[in-house]
């Protein structure tokens, strides 16, 4: 498959609860090349709401989301809650 379909295929999953297969299509398409502010965001929302890993990799991905997308609002809304998680509720 291609990045930008693992991609959508994520987003699928996500539109069926199957949060953990969501991630690993995301993961899958970020190894394959479609590192993207919009996939990065969905990784990193789909990790802190529904799954248990280290919201450190979560804050990692909302970073490069920003960095891309500085201005978009739901990118730097889950970037203050990986900030959160991460125990930096000052900058959060």
């Given at each position: 498959?291609n990045s930008g379909?693992?991609?959508?295929?994520?987003?699928?999953?996500i539109?069926?609860?199957?949060y953990a297969?969501?991630?690993?299509?995301?993961?899958?398409?970020?190894?394959?090349?479609?590192g993207?502010a919009?996939?990065y965001?969905?990784l990193a929302?789909t990790?802190?709401?529904?799954l248990?890993?280290?919201?450190?990799?979560?804050l990692?991905?909302?970073?490069l989301a920003i960095?891309e997308?500085?201005?978009?609002a739901d990118y730097?809304d889950?970037?203050?809650?990986?900030?959160?998680?991460n125990g930096?509720?000052?900058?959060?």
């Open positions: 498959y379909y693992l991609y959508g295929q994520g987003l699928l999953h539109r069926h609860f199957e297969a969501a991630r690993q299509s995301f993961l899958q398409a970020i190894e394959r090349g479609h993207r919009a996939l965001n969905e929302w990790e802190l709401e529904f248990d890993v280290d919201p450190a990799e979560s990692r991905y909302t970073t960095q997308k500085p201005n978009k730097l889950t970037h203050g809650w990986a900030l959160y998680r930096r509720h000052a900058e959060a």
